[in-house]
C-alpha cells in the first residue's frame, strides 16, 4: 500500500459478506482429498504420536 486511499479500499473489504451460494459454490471449486497424511492426522485423536513425541512410545527397560 502506498495511498492512505489504499488503506481504505483494503479496510473496506473487511465488510464483505458472501451469499451463502457464493461460499457453497466456492467450496466445491476448491473440494480436494487431502492424501496422507492429511487424512491420517484428521482421522486420529490428538496425541504426541501425531505431533512427535515419539519419547512416549518407547517402553523403559
Known amino acids: ?6 488503506l481504505t479500499d483494503n479496510l473496506a473489504a473487511l465488510d464483505l459478506v ?3 451460494d457464493a461460499v457453497a459454490r466456492l467450496e ?7 492424501g496422507f497424511p ?15 513425541d515419539t519419547a512416549t512410545l518407547v517402553e523403559p527397560r
Open 1 to 6: 500500500m502506498s495511498s492512505v486511499a489504499q
Open 28 to 34: 466445491a471449486a476448491t473440494a480436494f482429498r487431502l
Open 38 to 52: 492429511g487424512e491420517f492426522i484428521a482421522e486420529c485423536e490428538p496425541s504426541s504420536f501425531v505431533f512427535g
Open 18 to 20: 458472501l451469499p451463502d
